[in-house]
């Protein structure tokens, strides 16, 4: 990110009742919203705003392959497979172009942390930003 957010980060880590507060709301918003996990390492945004993590596989770069042909899960077949949901959502949002990019393996460690605080450290990717106007055009986020 940048030297701010990342002094911003050290300093939030420094005092652990602060950091539980963030991580309290963090976990406030997410996980009614999204279902969120708490892996640390979000790519909601890439993702169509589907938390992959609730894959019984975990896999965070699209199906396993064992998806059914009504779209269930191979694992839990009375479940949706995530990825469906996933595609689904992000055909609407005009989103599918983000599902190419390729999201690094899940790292353990950052489990039950903040990624909100992970990602002012520079431990994981920041969010991709798209504008209502650019989803209704279909445009992908500019990079960097």
């Known amino acids: 990110m940048s030297a701010f957010t990342e002094s911003v ?28 996990q708490e892996c640390g390492q979000c790519v909601l945004s890439s993702t169509a705003f589907t938390c992959p993590m609730r894959c019984p596989k975990q896999l965070r770069n699209g199906p396993c392959g064992g998806t059914r042909p009504d779209g269930h899960c191979e694992a839990y077949p009375e479940r949706p497979c995530i990825w469906h949901l996933i595609y689904t959502r992000a055909e609407k949002l005009g989103r599918t172009d983000l599902l190419v990019t390729i999201q690094k393996p899940y790292d353990n460690r950052l489990g ?31 990079a960097g």
Not at 9 to 29: D, S
Not at 115 to 134: F, Q, T
Request: net charge positive; hydrophobic share 40%.
């Open 9 to 36: 980060a050290r300093f939030v880590e420094k005092h652990p009742t602060l950091y539980k507060m963030i991580l309290l709301a963090e976990n406030a918003v997410k996980k009614p919203a999204f279902k969120c």
């Open 112 to 142: 039950q942390t903040s990624a909100w605080v992970n990602m002012m450290a520079g431990r994981i990717d920041p969010w991709h930003w798209k504008s209502l106007r650019d989803c209704e055009k279909g445009k992908a986020p500019p």
